[in-house]
T-cell receptor
């Protein structure tokens, strides 16, 4: 149980375009999902907390107008990178924990974004 | 501010030996601490959670200790195997919320 999927697993886009990444909890309902970004040889950095039915909470320094998060259902959160630039190239990972799993987070496989 | 430190240098050990990884933290009083495994190009996988009132926790070949006085956790893999080669991340909950802060991770390489 506790499987989280992400789609796509990798994407290449041109500078100035927007990219949407989906995060789904497959076998449980996730009231809270988290979006992380990881640059090469660095650890995961929390970008935002996505709450079902309400606005996301962004970490300091993360532009909410650039990284749009929508958590429209208990099993789906989306991250849209708007007007992407090469410096947005990174590994984006989502995680989820439901009401019954207050502490453990289950991570998706990640999405590799390359902006050319 | 909260800070988590893991040895950034890779740990190389021989197959069959015990690997010991360290996680130190400052300016924290966490209710629990977690360890994750991350393979290249993949998301982290949850391994173990240890609560502040637990000194030690085991799961198969894994053992975690948690010393809240020293503000340190040790992660042990006994009878290590080449398949254990990965980066191991220590994580603590942010104060007052479910989000996690991760250490930089320690890369373990088990030589056959």
């Amino acid at each position: 149980g506790a499987v989280v999927s992400q789609h796509p697993s990798w994407v290449i886009c041109k500078s100035g375009t927007s990219v949407k990444i989906e995060c789904r909890s497959l076998d449980f309902q996730a009231t809270t999902m988290f979006w992380y970004r990881q640059f090469p040889k660095q650890s995961l950095m929390l970008m935002a907390t996505s709450n079902e039915g309400s606005k996301a909470t962004y970490e300091q320094g993360v532009e909410k107008d650039k990284f749009l998060i929508n958590h429209a259902s208990l099993t789906l959160s989306t991250l849209t990178v708007t007007s992407a630039h090469p410096e947005d190239s990174s590994f984006y990972i989502c995680s989820a924990n439901g009401d019954g799993r207050l502490a453990e987070q289950y991570f998706g496989p990640g999405t590799r974004l390359t902006v050319t | 501010s909260q800070k988590i430190e893991q040895n950034s240098e890779a740990l190389n050990i021989q197959e069959g030996k015990t690997a010991t990884l360290t996680c130190n933290y400052t300016n924290y009083s966490p209710a629990y601490l977690q360890w994750y495994r991350q393979d290249p190009g993949r998301g982290p996988v949850f391994l173990l959670l240890i609560r502040e009132n637990e000194k030690e926790k085991r799961k198969e070949r894994l053992k975690v200790t948690f010393d809240t006085t020293l503000k340190q956790s040790l992660f042990h893999i006994t009878a290590s195997q080449p398949a254990d080669s990965a980066t191991y991340l220590c994580a603590l909950p942010d104060t007052g919320r479910r989000a996690l802060t991760f250490g930089s991770g320690t890369r373990l390489q088990v030589q056959p």
